[in-house]
């Protein structure tokens, strides 16, 4: 299986603050790689497809970039409903694997 | 707007078999262009897609689990269905169904059930 692997597993930032989440894939994976939102009590919630391809309805707050083995999430300003854990998903080969999360809490 | 409903029992014995069902509304299952899977999340393994059906019917199984599950159909329901054999406390989860749009190159999860959480205990 694919490894994915994510850093920091968690960070503290403040409402306004550039949040910037890193995933690696264990080998290459193209594009093939998502990133979703998950919050407490609530199944995860497809943020981003492709790498940089932003879901219908998701503030363009969040982008999505990189290729390869090394992926990035950022999230330009941080808005309260955006406390939450972070996955990121690779299908480039199967079965499609998560990365462990990366939780952003109030500093 | 699709929607995604587990149903089935929360506590289940060990050895014992599990059966969840996943009930789509807003859409149908038999669309060429969607298919549908099954992923747990436990606090040990984290996410981990179980599997998936195609709308030919045809089925794709995560290797760790294979020979312990099934993912079947009833298409006069609108239901895809997971059945998990020979249980232990290490199946314990939240188990999620979820949609994929095929028409899309990367296989991403679109749409998502609540979860159902399942106890592995005697």
């Known amino acids: 299986d694919i490894q994915m692997t994510q850093s920091p597993s968690s960070l503290s930032a403040s409402v306004g603050d550039r949040v910037t989440i890193t995933c690696r894939a264990s080998q290459s994976i193209s594009r093939y790689l998502s990133w979703y939102q998950q919050k407490p009590g609530t199944a995860p919630k497809l943020l981003i497809y492709a790498a940089y391809s932003l879901e219908s309805g998701v503030p363009s707050r969040f982008s999505g970039s990189g290729s390869g083995t090394d992926f990035t999430l950022t999230i330009t300003s941080l808005q309260p409903e955006d406390f939450a854990t972070y996955y990121c998903?690779?299908?480039?080969?199967?079965?499609?694997?998560f990365g462990p999360g990366t939780t952003v809490d109030v500093k | 707007q699709v929607q995604l409903q587990e149903s089935g029992p929360g506590l289940v014995k060990p050895s014992q078999t599990l059966s969840l069902t996943c009930t789509v509304s807003?859409?149908?299952?038999?669309?060429?262009?969607?298919?549908w899977s099954w992923i747990r999340q436990s606090a040990g393994k984290g996410l981990e897609w179980i599997g998936c059906?195609?709308?030919?019917?045809?089925?794709n199984y995560n290797p760790s689990l294979e020979s312990r599950v099934t993912i079947s159909t009833d298409t006069s329901k609108n239901q895809f269905s997971l059945e998990v054999r020979s249980l232990t406390a290490a199946d314990t989860a939240l188990y999620y169904c979820?949609?994929?749009?095929?028409?899309?190159?990367?296989?991403?999860?679109?749409?998502w059930g609540q979860g159902i959480l399942v106890t592995v205990s005697t």
């Open positions: 059906i195609f709308p030919s019917g045809n089925t």
């Open positions: 807003g859409g149908s299952i038999n669309n060429n262009d969607y298919y």
């Open positions: 998903q690779q299908s480039y080969k199967n079965p499609p694997t």
């Open positions: 979820a949609r994929t749009n095929i028409l899309r190159a990367t296989r991403s999860f679109d749409y």
